[in-house]
């Protein structure tokens, strides 16, 4: 039975204990002690809601869990039979909610606007028998209101947040309006205008760039895009390989950003023309440290920038936290401890291939060993790598830095990407020479790296004299662990991984319907799958002129290498993943 508050009423303590306690939810004991503290308690502004939680009271009806404060806030909704929503801040289109009232109405009445249409304005509240707020509203906006409940403290929190953020890109795009210039090829001049630079030292800019990395970092993002367009700059992340809208800039304000960030990337500010590259090094807001790569691209409404984040634990990683099998393990290991020869990584942009690549040689660098590299551009510094970043200005390329590596004594060499014959044949050179050459390719699977090598020019011999092996990545999604359950399978379902599958398929899997904690996408991180082909005399004695890749395929299998799609078969059958997603990742 549910007991309403009076109209209007707010929420206090004693009714919610009474009314938990009416239904089993919390201890007789529990509830006088929690009643007693909470007149007590000097800080008479703390939800109610919020001071149970911070309690983590057990809750009787659900043996081992406590009463938190989503479960507290999801139990209110449905008292009050008004639909619950936890918020997640990449669905909520800030620019446009912060826009409906002002930030003094929202923390009077403890209200955010969630979501706006032509149909309804959806508000989340922290009071659901108050709606004297409703009225007013509703002759503003001219809409009807959709009430949702959600959790106190985020309603909060993303108040300040958005409302700050609104406010400092107003007052950028303010004090920007008069100075700035648009540099897209759509420009219209107007004369007798003085223009300018976007001032990207302003204090409302300064505070939008910090929102940016801080946002990020929350959100697990490994890329920030930030477009400029013909009506507004567009920023977005990548967040677990999937790009999410996350806010809309003034033009003036998207230039003054990018120009903030190139300035804090050591770039020329004021070069527009051409592609830059640079990095920032910063803090996470739990104090590690994090790089971020930049990179800077002209398009037709201005510069567009791209930031790749690179996780710092990627170089704490053993080789067996990779995510390979034992017996790839194995097979990648026998690779990596010869003396010499060229050991080739290979997949798409964004496969992992570079944080695989620098955790292995993490493991590599011991004090008996010269590792160096080389790079464009340096992804990630590491204090126990030389590393050298190619600069064609300087005419620093790949080939005459490996030129000028070999003169430094090295034992161990890390070339960023074979892009030419030049390259490929200063490579080899090296690993005819005695050095143990790591790089990486843009191919679709292990065999194919011959193929390519032979495309650049590179002699059949010499691949067979200097090849170790070559292992091919991608990453896939892996289930939200919050929501994934098992599922029965018929064979059916598995004919995609066919005929690479030739024994009998496990009967379960596991799928995920999507929640709250993976914003309905029923994934939430990744994990890299390997193919890890290991050159023998069989093999090298397939590579000719004429080279059947097939044939490098079929015996590469059957000495143990497993095909991307039947490793992301194992990862389903182990419930790490789906199988939509390992057909998605992976090609016949």
């Known amino acids: ?59 009787p009806s659900q043996p081992g869990k406590i009463l938190d404060i989503e479960t507290l806030t999801a139990w209110l909704a ?41 149909a309804a304005i959806t508000i989340a509240s922290t009071q659901p028998w108050v709606s004297s707020w409703e009225a ?60 300018g630079e976007a001032d990207a030292n302003d204090a409302h800019t300064v505070k939008i760039v910090d929102w940016l990395f801080q946002y990020a970092f929350e959100q697990r993002a490994s890329d920030i895009h930030i477009e400029p367009r013909r009506e507004q700059g567009c920023v977005r992340f990548r967040i677990d390989g999937v790009l999410h809208d996350v806010y809309q800039f003034p033009p003036q304000v998207t230039m003054a950003v990018i120009s903030r960030l190139k300035g804090l990337g050591r770039m020329d500010v004021a070069e527009k023309r051409k592609p ?23 398009t037709a409404f201005g510069e ?30 026998q690779m990596t401890t010869r003396p010499n020869g060229i050991i080739l990584i ?39 790598f030389n590393q050298m970043q190619v600069q064609p200005n300087i005419d620093l390329t790949f080939a005459n830095g490996v030129r000028a590596l070999l003169r430094q004594d090295p034992d161990i060499i890390m070339l960023g990407e074979i892009r030419d014959l030049e390259t490929a044949e200063v490579a080899i050179q090296a690993a005819l020479t005695g050095h143990l050459v790591l790089s990486t390719l843009h191919t679709n699977d292990a065999p194919s790296a011959i193929s390519r090598l032979q495309e650049l020019g590179v002699a059949p011999y010499l691949i067979k004299a200097t090849l170790l092996g070559v292992m091919a990545q991608r990453l896939l999604r892996t289930l939200c662990p919050a929501c994934k359950t098992e599922c029965p399978l018929s064979p059916g379902d598995w004919a995609g991984f066919a005929p690479d599958w030739t024994h009998p398929p496990p ?82």
């Open 346 to 384: 290979t997949g798409p942009t964004g496969s992992g291939k570079t944080s695989t690549l620098y955790a292995t040689l993490k493991q590599l660098a011991t004090s008996k060993i010269n590792l160096c590299t080389l790079e464009d551009p340096i992804e990630m510094i590491e204090p126990a």
């Open 507 to 588: 009967a379960q899997a596991c799928q995920a319907k999507g929640c709250a904690q993976c914003r309905d996408t029923g994934y939430s991180g990744r994990v890299g799958v390997y193919e890890v082909m290991l050159m023998s005399e069989k093999l090298k004695a397939l590579i000719g002129p004429d080279t059947d890749l097939n044939a490098i395929r079929s015996l590469a299998c059957v000495q143990g290498m497993l095909g991307l799609r039947l490793a992301a078969a194992h990862k389903v059958a182990t419930g790490a993943t789906s199988i939509k997603e390992a057909l998605r990742v992976t090609h016949a």
């Open 136 to 195: 007013d509203l509703h002759q503003v906006l001219k809409r009807p209101i959709k009430r949702v409940i959600a959790n106190p403290l985020e309603i909060q929190r993303l108040s300040v947040e958005f409302f700050q953020l609104a406010k400092s890109v107003t007052g950028a795009a303010l004090n920007d309006q008069q100075a700035s210039v648009r540099t897209d090829l759509e420009q219209l001049i107007t004369l007798g205008t003085s223009t």
């Open 276 to 298: 830059q590259d640079g990095r920032i090094k910063t803090r996470t807001p739990s104090g590690a440290e994090v790089e971020l790569r930049l990179a800077t691209l002209p």
């Open 1 to 59: 039975m549910r007991i309403a508050p009076l109209h209007d009423q707010w929420l206090d303590l004693k009714y919610l204990l009474a009314t938990l306690l009416a239904q089993g939810r919390i201890h007789q004991s529990c509830a006088e002690q929690a009643l007693v503290c909470g007149r007590e308690a000097p800080d008479d502004a703390l939800h109610p809601l919020v001071f149970l939680a911070n309690r983590q009271l057990c809750d």
């Open 78 to 118: 449905h008292q009050a039979e008004q639909p619950y929503l936890r918020l997640d801040p990449l669905q909520i289109d800030a620019a446009t909610v912060t826009g409906l009232m002002s930030f003094a109405f929202a923390q009077r009445h403890a209200i955010l606007a969630v979501a706006a249409d032509d």
């Open 304 to 333: 567009k920038m791209v930031m790749r984040i690179f996780d710092p634990q990627v170089l704490l990683k053993n080789f067996d936290q990779l995510g390979l099998t034992p017996e790839d393990l194995q097979r990648w290991q």
